[in-house]
């Protein structure tokens, strides 16, 4: 039944991940169907509803699964490099899988937002381009979901063999 559950959440945590990943390119083409003048660096256009929207449910899809895969994956406490050269395979990659999913959930999060605020109707008028960052930012909600689901995975399979070899 636990390999059922832990099946789930992880088709659950990749399901939210590719969701804003493919929200943040509708994004990204919402936002390049409105009017705008380009010149250099400068860009004036008019903002996209329909880009916000689109970003800002990225953005909440992928704060949920990064929320999802640590609260279910389970706390790992490493307290030095000697603690984690010690540890387990499974731990080792845990860690750095956790690492690496809140390095590219800071990106990714941040591109989201940069583009959808740019997007938001306060924003009618001129200033710096902001084209591609919707992309790009939902190209890293990808690569997240493959972190968080690594990550996942190695937590509870390092908690599994704490439990069965008694160690804490």
């Known amino acids: ?16 991940d590719v969701s804003a990943g493919i929200l943040g390119i509708e994004a990204e083409v919402a936002q390049n169907k409105v009017k705008h003048l380009k010149m250099w660096i400068f860009e004036c256009r008019d ?10 449910a990225a953005c909440i899809l992928l704060v949920l699964a990064h929320v999802t895969a640590n609260f279910l994956g389970g706390c790992l406490c490493v307290v030095s490099r000697q603690d984690l050269e010690k540890s387990s395979a499974n731990r080792q990659l845990a860690v750095a899988s956790l690492i690496f999913s809140w390095i590219i959930l800071a990106i990714a999060f941040s591109m989201l937002i940069v583009g959808t605020m740019a997007n938001s109707r306060s924003r009618r008028g001129c200033g710096i381009s902001h084209h591609r960052v919707l992309s790009i930012g939902g190209i890293l909600c990808f690569i997240h979901g493959l972190f968080a689901v690594a990550y996942y995975i190695s937590a509870t399979a390092s908690t599994r063999e704490q439990t069965h070899t008694g160690h804490a």
């Open 1 to 16: 039944m636990s390999r059922n559950v832990g099946f789930f959440i992880c088709f659950l945590i990749l399901a939210m």
């Open 47 to 56: 903002p996209s509803h329909t880009a916000f929207k689109y970003g800002l």
